[in-house]
């Protein structure tokens, strides 16, 4: 099954050379991330993996045929996607057994929440197999369809941009924040600090994610100048 999504629509994301990369000399690769940051459109979207077969295990009959007869899904093709892998961590041992008993023939993607590299099968089922990667939220370089910014390496070789290069027109980031842009990190900061913990955690918490908004910010700006 390959449900790809429009290609008028797809914006490339910052992480689609890594994991084209990786899968050239690694037998399977671990995609995880939050729900709905961009997966399964990713591997939809990106060669190599759209012509792949693609399972989820969202769907019950998959989910229940991953459990009784896991091999069966990659019948009759060497490169599979298998989202939602979280959901039949014994999959994952059939998974390892395929990648062993035929070194350099099989291929697979396993996608899933963000929890997924904390399962102790993950890290035992594929260790030394197996390569990982985060997509985070789209970035507001990806939104504009930029290339990856190569901020640090610029400044750790001593160039900097010209301060009159900051056009005044540049967009409000407020209206990225509202898009979204930051749920992720404050989502996470809720919970480090124990969302509803009582009163006390309120101020504390509220004090972080505006300073986690603010660096966020100035990032942001300090981006626009390289372009």
């Known amino acids: 099954m390959n449900n790809n999504a429009s290609q008028n629509t797809y914006r490339e994301r910052w992480l689609t050379p890594l994991l084209q990369d990786a899968i050239k000399d690694h037998p399977v690769i671990v995609l995880t991330g939050a729900r709905q940051v961009g997966k399964s459109t990713l591997l939809f979207n990106t060669e190599p993996f759209r012509n792949w077969r693609f399972h989820t295990l969202d769907d019950f009959d998959v989910l229940e045929q991953a459990r009784s007869n896991p091999e069966s899904l990659w019948a009759g093709t060497n490169q599979v996607i298998l989202d939602e892998v979280q959901k039949a961590p014994e999959l994952l041992l059939a998974v390892k057994k395929t990648v062993d008993r035929n070194p350099g023939k099989y291929q697979f993607v396993l996608s899933g929440s963000a929890n997924l590299l904390l399962m102790k099968q993950v890290s035992e089922s594929l260790a030394g197999r197996a390569i990982y990667f985060v997509l985070d939220p789209m970035s507001v370089g990806e939104m504009n369809n930029r290339p990856y910014p190569d901020i640090l390496v610029r400044v750790l070789n001593g160039e900097f941009p010209e301060e009159s290069s900051l056009t005044a027109d540049l967009p409000d980031p407020a ?36 300073g986690k908004l603010l660096k966020l910010m100035r990032c942001w700006i300090s981006a626009e100048l390289w372009y």
């Not at 990225?176 to 101020?203: D, E, T």
Request: net charge positive; glycine share 16%; charged share 15%.
């Open 175 to 210: 209206e990225f924040i509202l898009r979204g842009l930051c749920l992720h990190s404050s989502v996470w900061i809720l919970r480090k600090h124990g969302q509803g913990g009582g009163k006390g955690m309120l101020r504390p918490t509220l004090s972080v994610i505006f």
